[in-house]
């Protein structure tokens, strides 16, 4: 059993540790969120981490229907509390994606998870289109109360929130983010973030250990 677990940990890293639940990965720990945007009472007693990426169709999905679905049966009742990380999968177009919502973030937090959906609700059909544009995010800004789209055109010309952006990069390399969206239920990874069932579960065995 030892030795499983030392070979187990070589081959997937240290920051994990085994569990004996079947299709879950625990991690020592969970994310930090400091300085992410997140929703939901601050003192919920569980945390549920978004890997998400503004290109990823099957993010704008988990965003419409999962996100929404959470809100109601656990941020709202604070149980949860719901933070979102920027992955960088898709390129150019996630960097600058990421860039105006952490700039977004910085000017007016109360302003974030509007311009978040509303960004999201602008992804082209077509995968391989370019739509992240400056044009497109300010755009996006211009309908969402409390930006000052002046402030983030400057902003993402200067790429001023890249230092964040790198955050983000660094909590996905440090917690093996494979796909998005992944999600994490404190130091829980759920293996399908379409499985509502798992999600709920993880989070009321959370609910249990607190
Ligand atoms: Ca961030």
Request: proline residues 9%.
């Given at each position: 059993?030892?030795?499983?677990?030392?070979?187990?940990?070589?081959?997937?890293?240290?920051?994990?540790?085994?569990?004996?639940?079947?299709?879950?990965?625990?991690?020592?720990?969970?994310?930090?969120?400091?300085?992410?945007?997140?929703?939901?009472?601050?003192?919920?007693?569980?945390?549920?981490?978004?890997?998400?990426?503004?290109?990823?169709?099957?993010?704008?999905?988990?965003?419409?229907?999962?996100?929404?679905?959470?809100?109601?049966?656990?941020?709202?009742t604070g149980k949860v509390k719901l933070a979102y990380v920027n992955v960088l999968f898709h390129g150019e177009e996630s960097i600058l994606a990421s860039l105006a919502a952490e700039s977004v973030f910085k000017q007016n937090p109360e302003a974030y998870w509007e311009f978040h959906h509303g960004l999201f609700a602008e992804q082209a059909n077509d995968h391989n289109a370019r739509w992240v544009t400056p044009e497109t995010i300010l755009e996006v800004a211009s309908n969402v109360e409390g930006i000052d789209t002046d402030l983030l055109a400057d902003a993402l010309e200067n790429q001023a929130e890249m230092a964040e952006v790198q955050k983000d990069d660094a909590l996905v390399k440090e917690f093996k983010v494979q796909y998005t969206p992944t999600i994490m239920v404190n130091d829980v990874l759920i293996d399908d973030p379409f499985d509502y069932e798992a999600i709920q579960a993880a989070i009321e065995k959370a609910l249990e250990e607190n």
């Open positions: 059993m030892i030795i499983t677990l030392v070979v187990v940990g070589i081959f997937v890293g240290l920051a994990m540790v085994n569990n004996s639940d079947a299709n879950q990965t625990r991690f020592e720990k969970q994310p930090p969120i400091d300085g992410q945007p997140t929703i939901g009472d601050p003192d919920a007693p569980v945390t549920v981490v978004e890997f998400g990426d503004f290109k990823c169709p099957s993010c704008k999905v988990w965003g419409e229907s999962y996100f929404p679905q959470l809100m109601q049966d656990y941020v709202d």
